[in-house]
């Protein structure tokens, strides 16, 4: 027997740190199912928030998932075959790697820094306080976004700018109701402001939205990963619009609604109209592959806001009023217990130590910014330290270092001692 388990016992397992290194469909059959069923249950149990549109859409690639695994599908073990195309990819990331990345930039003109120019609608939300869209002329340059009256007076002051590195960037849309909405929560001596971008329509909020989530992780729209992020946001979006035509007619489907979609949308449609809505959404993926159906249900899953953040009652150094902190794979949040909302947020890659007074079982970390330190009320410290430790741990894979995974390393990250 270990840690109370027993012979023919069930055991339910799921990954603790959210960070997918590497998932290959020849060799990962098993962990993308494992990882596409947890994320599943997160959203059925509405340990993670998503809106009605997205919890369609989930439920739609749930419902192609189903169908397709009663298909034979293509067989993508390894094999001769597919060794070739592994050498042929390989080679065509070598030539782009190469080449060089060229988005935004002029043929011939390695100079150019790409650049987001258009008039958008802007709000500061404040309490209390009843304010209004207003439109104005945005420029988007590194990772910082000014604001002018109008296109004219873009060569004078900003009447607004802001860097984004460290901020928190959510969207705020509703497609059938054309709401393309970017909330900015920027961090400051006192706390995060808050800001509101709205964008015309969903080209636009594709571009910018992209921009402002790689500025988050201080980086531009010259990175390379800025033309996946604008197509992985159009993939998102395109799932959610309204089909037009059903891909399979309701009397041909045995949906039941209560296996698709997390409690509290049910409370608003009855079960035979919930199971139609289904069907309309499913018409946008009707025709991807098992593979592709789970792949999309993870990335989907993935770009939620909340996703992959484990919360903790904690107590600050000189405060005795328990707060809620978050520790996602890339930084840590403290946040409203009355309303939810984020208070600050501080970035890993800010980090420059952490540890734990072992007899006071207070937590330390060092920020470039400044310094926190917490007590944990929820949950013994070494739980923070593993998880902190195995984020920066995940973080320092890639492709372009070691595949060996380095054990001991990691026991030194999330244990405290080599």
Known sequence: MEQSFRENDMILLRYKFLVF??????????????????????????????????????????????????????????????????????????????????????????????????YLRFMKPKKYTMKSFKTYWFVFRDTTICMYKNRDSANSAPLWNANLKGCEVNPDVHISGKKYGIKIMLPSPEG????????????????????????????????????????????????????????????????????????????????????????????NVSELSLYDAKMSYIRAWQALPEFGVTYFTVNFR????????????????????????????????????????????????NFEEEDVVFYCTSADCKVIHEFIGGYIFCSMRSKDSSQTLNEEMFHKLTGGCA
């Open 21 to 118: 290194y590497d998932i290959n469909p020849k060799y990962d059959a098993v962990r993308i199912n494992q990882i596409y069923n947890q994320a599943h249950w997160t959203l059925l149990n509405e340990e993670v928030d998503c809106t009605e549109e997205e919890m369609l859409m989930f439920a739609a690639l749930q419902f192609q998932i189903q169908l397709q695994s009663n298909l034979p599908q293509p067989d993508l073990s390894p094999s001769g075959t597919q060794e070739t195309d592994d050498i042929d990819a390989a080679l065509n990331d070598l030539q782009m790697s190469l080449e060089g990345h060229t988005f935004g930039r002029r043929p011939g003109d390695i100079t150019s820094i790409p650049e987001l120019q258009d």
């Open 192 to 283: 995060m402001n808050e800001v509101w971008l709205r964008c015309e329509n969903e080209q636009q909020y594709v571009k910018w939205m992209a921009a402002c989530k790689l500025a988050s992780k201080g980086k531009t729209m010259a990175d390379s990963t800025y033309d996946a992020e604008v197509s992985s946001l159009s993939a998102f979006m395109s799932m959610q619009t309204p089909s037009p035509a059903l891909a399979i007619h309701s009397s041909q489907a045995d949906i039941q609604p209560e296996l698709f979609v997390a409690r509290r949308f049910l409370k608003k449609f009855k079960s035979q109209r919930m199971a139609q809505r289904i069907l309309e959404a499913h018409a």
């Open 318 to 365: 000189g405060s005795r009023k328990e707060e809620l902190i978050g520790i996602a794979y890339n930084r840590l949040v403290r946040v409203n217990t009355s309303n939810g909302n984020v208070l600050k947020t501080w970035r890993f890659n800010t980090m420059k130590a952490w540890n734990v007074n072992w007899e006071t079982k207070h937590v330390i970390i």
